[in-house]
C-alpha cells in the first residue's frame, strides 16, 4: 500500500514537471523562459464530466445565477481565477490554485524575468510545482450533492445537467446554429 502511494506522488510530480517543461518552464526555476501570455489559452478541463458540472453549478451560485441554500466555499474557488477548481493544484506555497491558471501565471512571470510568487503569501515559490488535489474534487462534489435534491431514483448528474442548462446565456457566448 504504501509504495502504491509512494509510485502515485512520483508520477504525480512527473506530471508537474512535464507540465512545467510544456510551458518552457523547469520546477527549479533554472533556465525558465515561459510562453507570452497570449500563446496561453486558459480553458481549465474538468477532472471528471461531472465534476465540470459541479463547477458549473458553483460558478452559477457564485455569480447569483442560481439560488442555493448556502454560500460557496471559498476554498473551493481559485484565487487567481475566482472560478471553481475544475483541475485542482497544490503549489509549494500550501495554497489550491486551478492548474491552468497558476501554470499561466508562472510562465508571464517567466517571460517577464520575474521570480513566481504566490498569489496568497506574496513570497517567492521555489519553482512550479503542483500536485493534484483529489480530496477537494470529492469535497466540492459532496458540497452539492447537499445543495441539489435528487429524488430517489435519479442522479446528481441528471439534476446538474438540467439547473445549468436552465442557465441564462451570456450575452458574449455565441450562439449555436440549429441548422
Known amino acids: 500500500m504504501a509504495l502504491q502511494q509512494v509510485g502515485r506522488v512520483q ?15 523547469s520546477a527549479s526555476g533554472e533556465g525558465n523562459k515561459g510562453l507570452p501570455a497570449e500563446e496561453l489559452p486558459i480553458n481549465p478541463v474538468p477532472v471528471s464530466e461531472l465534476h465540470g458540472l459541479v463547477c458549473e453549478f458553483i460558478d452559477a451560485v457564485s455569480e447569483q445565477k442560481l439560488a442555493c441554500k448556502d454560500t460557496v466555499p471559498v476554498e473551493f474557488c ?10 485542482p493544484r497544490c503549489a509549494a506555497d500550501g495554497h489550491i490554485y486551478e492548474k491552468d491558471f ?27 510545482q503542483l500536485f493534484p488535489v483529489m480530496s477537494v474534487v470529492s469535497l466540492m462534489e459532496r458540497w452539492v450533492r447537499g445543495q441539489v435534491p435528487v429524488p430517489e431514483g435519479g442522479s446528481l448528474e441528471k439534476e446538474l445537467s438540467m439547473a445549468v442548462a436552465s442557465l441564462p446565456v451570456a450575452k458574449d457566448a455565441p450562439l449555436e446554429s440549429s441548422a
Not at 11 to 25: K, Q, V, Y
Not at 119 to 125: A, N
Open 102 to 128: 497558476f501554470l499561466s501565471m508562472a510562465a508571464r512571470a517567466a517571460a517577464a524575468g520575474d521570480p513566481l510568487i504566490s498569489p496568497m503569501t506574496r513570497e517567492k515559490l521555489g519553482g512550479g
Open 78 to 87: 481559485c484565487p487567481i481565477s475566482l472560478m471553481a477548481l475544475r483541475d
Open 11 to 25: 508520477r504525480s510530480f512527473s506530471m508537474a514537471e512535464d507540465e512545467l517543461r510544456n510551458i518552457g518552464m
